[in-house]
């Protein structure tokens, strides 16, 4: 089984700085990792993932994420944040060899100030 | 269509009472998925179709619970004698290929809110 802790169920932040939203999974098989992201009154949609290969993923909007196996880590970051980014961000895994099963962790709302 | 629909948007009912969920997953989607999320928490899995038929329904809560695909697209959530701790958002998602070329990009609904007088 597969476990997701996100330490941080609210972070605040100020338009322009940056943002970093803490993620980390337990597991005793091999995992894929994601972050979804759920803008207000929409749906989730996928941010960015992990496979394989380069341990550093970015989105088409400025986040990036970088997979660290020993500290089983999955944190997501932006350098400088805009007011559209606000919105509830949640990280999942599955494994690796089990299709699309994800398990989510509680979620961090990230509230961007102007 | 467009994107994975859900309905009811909002249900609400008394305690005790039957409930159906929709979901409409996006077209030539052979994955469906159920999930349901409570106020404050992320998503917790429900259940899985490939097609027709259920391949993982671990994580429904109890037998109260039960999900049907009969034609291997629109879904239905059934929940009978609801209680208040069924009040939650069921979500579905739905996803082109479940297993071996995981992408784990699902498409997620809007949800459906169902609360439990």
């Known amino acids: 089984a597969q476990s997701v802790t996100q330490l941080d169920s609210q972070v605040p932040v100020f338009e322009e700085a940056p943002v970093e939203l803490r993620c980390n999974y337990s597991s005793s098989v091999s995992v894929y990792l994601f972050w979804y992201v759920q803008y207000p009154n929409q749906g989730l949609q996928l941010l960015l993932k992990y496979l394989s290969g380069s341990t550093l993923v970015e989105s088409i909007n400025g986040f990036e994420a970088e997979f660290n196996k020993s500290q089983t880590s999955f944190h997501l970051r932006k350098p400088s944040v805009h007011i559209s980014d606000t919105a509830e961000y949640f990280c999942a895994v599955s494994p690796a060899a089990a299709g699309n099963k994800l398990t989510f962790g509680g979620g961090t709302r990230v509230l961007v100030k102007p | 269509g467009a994107g994975v629909s859900q309905t009811p948007s909002n249900k609400v009912t008394e305690k005790g009472k039957y409930v159906e969920l929709r979901c409409d997953p996006i077209?030539?989607?052979?994955?469906l998925y159920w999930y349901r999320q409570s106020l404050g928490q992320g998503p917790e899995f429900l259940i899985y179709f490939q097609g027709t038929g259920a391949a993982d329904d671990s994580g429904l809560p109890n037998d109260r619970f039960f999900a049907v695909r009969p034609e291997g697209s629109v879904s239905t959530l059934k929940i009978q004698r609801t209680e208040r701790g069924d009040s939650a958002v069921y979500l579905c998602?739905?996803?082109?290929?479940?297993?071996?070329?995981?992408?784990?990009?699902?498409?997620f609904g809007e949800g459906s809110r169902l609360t439990v007088l």
């Open positions: 077209s030539g989607h052979t994955a």
């Open positions: 998602a739905s996803s082109l290929t479940p297993t071996s070329s995981n992408t784990g990009e699902l498409f």
